[in-house]
């Protein structure tokens, strides 16, 4: 039987964890066997020490055994693909590409969280959608990706539920930030959650844990590791969130601007990021495709309605109603305006999420409940010219007064300078 | 009100706890406000990132403020001085230094603690004795003191509460070795115990906490300086814990060599120790001497029989038989012969102390029961000659196999070498 505080004095003292350790340490905490307090411990030893390559996989591997795997593969008899953003304000990125890659006639499967904080989950906002169905059992998600090409779901209590209880406990104890524990945790899920090939989407910037292309890339190579280690193909994208994705920060107003970009009509950033995302998931998939290809597609579905048909189909089975007008509308919409002319060189995406959380867009705390009509349109973003005048945003607001509040926190949100920032592509680096 | 997790981030991230900030959140923690979990990260991140002096001092003074102090200065009307250690193999020191420093007419009180593991408790000693009272109100406290001229009593309860739990969670979160914790831990118990001058006795090696000199240094130099803050003389001795201190192991057996040493018949190493604890002692008191005088007055102490009284007038006021007859005696003894001739070159402190546990000396949980007559007598210490068939040490024990497997563990404490080992002076280095 492991000694808990063997382990952390070790790992504090910079020595190695073996897998058989971390296995039996997962699973007893699992079993509420070994206290938090330990493993409060012992995770800030691992911010302060690390973990090694061969650590990381096997405290993977450990919080995978405390709880079901799905194995998609054998259910649908061919290679599923999956996304994974590390999380931004304004990404509903995985609303896009799902569809556009299941009309491009590959199997997208993906399990889902929620928000918490400037971040909003992806879960919140297909909820914005009447009627649509996010838990389903193992049964209805693999028959959803099997009729309609595609489900998005929420994770089921029982998938690494160490993960769970750890993540709640890194939340409040400050060991949050350690690529190790990060590449694990989402790994784990990943892994767990049945996909063969998954393309992962690492934010970067102010909006986003990691802060610097630096941090980005060590956490991209823990994840590439991970996935090599437990054979799933792993592409890691590096994408700009130092300002928010697209326009739309808010559940209904990011179903919008998913179903505008489905159909062609998106925002330039987002729908870079898009095709991006969906030309290399089609060249993991088993089309036998490369990523060139894999845009050339994903353009044509977009362009042939058959994107939007697919997303139509995917909305339907889990229940929701399609049409766009079903989805709520905010009372209050108010503009903007900017008090003088320029170019727009900074848009806080911290800032802007903050103010949609202030809305009611997002959860303050794990029971706060959620107005899916309320949020920001971001007219204006990096390098867009404005006149004084002009609208610099959007409003969407339960209540004048708080679209007062917002209104002040969005104009804190944009500096207005004369001359035009560096540009910044949305997708600043691929790993694989 | 304080967010733990944001100080927890802070001291992660190198920063300073303000006093107020620390003062909070003790106060919560002694109440169960502040969950184990995250006071044991932020022990983790202080061990990676440690706390300045200003901060050390802010920790103590935090702790102090959970629970009751005492004023003895007030009480009794004069200066009261303590003694401490940090803990060794065989420590028996204070035992023999209070009732050589009340026979010099000099008020000893002194507030303990009870052993766990390979190091035994001044409290456990006493409860060799027949009938001695560790418990006494804080006016029997005071009454004793003035009466008796000194006391050595178990700390109560409410003796700074917030240490008891911190240093139970520390002890298995692998949280212990850090200066700044064990310099507040102890200076708050000293300093609410309401001794005005405290002499320490900080243990340096094999059997200490301190494995290198450098370590006990800079563990000393944190006690100093909470001293001063606090307006506290006090002084630090470094001494010797390669082997363990004196012959005698165990609870009755060292209860005997105090008595012994207090007579003037004790070993020489330890009679070494209590007078460089009394001539300091003596020195901070309000006698006005300094540490050569002091040294001069126990010896006198010693020799005209005074300390002896002192010791039975002590042990008589807390209840207890002073007479060395009244002690429990072990149904076996059992002498460890050398196998070779030599001299002997080191005899490990942890493993006497380890063998005397298993014996039954000492608890290896909370919860064990200690038999108070068991234990190991070390006949020869670090420089003395040994002939082949000589006895190295005397094994007292409950039971004849007891014995067998202590005497296996013992004679691997002693290595035989053909020639003597460099002399070590059981006081290594005094600070104040």
Redesign the interface.
Known sequence: MIR???L??RK?DGGELAPEELNELMLAYARDEV???????L???I??RGLNSAETYALTEAMIATGDTVDLHSALGRKVVDKHSTGGVGDKTSIAVGPIVAACGVPFAKMSGRGLGHTGGTLDKLESIPGFRVELSTDEFVAQVRDAGMAIIGASANLVPADKKLYA?R?????VDNYSLIAASIMSKKIAGGADAIVIDAKVGDGAFMKSLDDARALAEAMLDLGARARREVVCLLTDMDQPLGSAVGNALEIREAIATVKGEGPADFLELVLAACSRLLAVSDLGIDEYEGRARAMQAIADGSAFTAYERWIDGQGGDPAEDALPSAPVVRELLSERSGYVSALGAVAVGQAALHLGAGRRTKDDLIDHAVGVLCLRKRGDRVAAGEPLAEIHAATDAAADEAAQELAAAFTIADEPPPQRPVVLDVLS
Request: include cysteine; aromatic fraction near 12%.
């Open positions: 808990p505080a063997e952390i004095e504090r206290p938090d307090y330990q493993l409060a411990a995770c800030m030893a911010y302060f406990l939340d409040v104890t400050a060991t």
